[in-house]
C-alpha cells in the first residue's frame, strides 16, 4: 500500500496551497484519513482529519479557518486546501489512513503513511 502526497512547494506569506495524496493498491473507503506535519526540530503534529463519510472533519486549532480538508473516495484521495499561510505552516506534511473510521488526532491511530511533501513558507 502506498500513500502518495503532493503539491508541496515554496510560497510567500498569505498565498494558498492544494496537497493531494492518492492511495494506490487499496481503497481507504471505509478509514479516516488525515494530514499530520513536521517542522524541523518539531514533533509531528495532527492538521486535519476526515472520516470515511466525510460527515466529520477536525483540525488543529493553528489551522483552523484557514484550511480545508476533503476526499473523494471514488479516486482514493484526500486533500488539503491550504490558505493564507503563515511562516510557521511550513514542514513536510504526511498523509496518513487510520485503522479506523472515524477520525482521530493520534498519530498511533493511523497505520498508513505517504512520504512528505515540504511545504516552505517565507515571509
Known amino acids: 500500500v502506498q500513500l502518495q502526497a503532493s503539491g508541496g512547494g515554496p510560497v510567500q506569506a498569505g498565498d494558498s496551497l492544494r496537497l493531494s495524496c492518492v492511495a494506490s493498491?487499496?481503497?481507504?473507503?471505509?478509514?479516516?484519513l488525515a494530514w499530520f506535519r513536521q517542522a524541523p526540530g518539531k514533533e509531528r503534529e495532527f492538521v486535519a482529519g476526515?472520516?470515511?463519510?466525510?460527515?466529520?472533519?477536525k483540525y488543529a486549532d493553528s489551522v483552523k479557518a484557514r484550511f480545508i480538508i476533503s476526499r473523494e473516495n471514488a479516486k482514493s484521495a484526500v486533500y488539503l486546501q491550504m490558505n493564507s499561510l503563515k511562516p510557521e505552516d511550513t514542514a513536510a506534511y504526511y498523509c496518513a489512513a487510520s485503522l479506523y473510521s472515524s477520525v482521530s488526532t493520534d498519530s498511533g491511530n493511523y497505520r498508513y503513511w505517504g512520504h512528505g511533501t515540504q511545504v516552505t513558507v517565507s515571509s
Open positions: 493498491r487499496r481503497t481507504f473507503s471505509n478509514n479516516a
Open positions: 476526515i472520516d470515511y463519510r466525510s460527515s466529520t472533519t
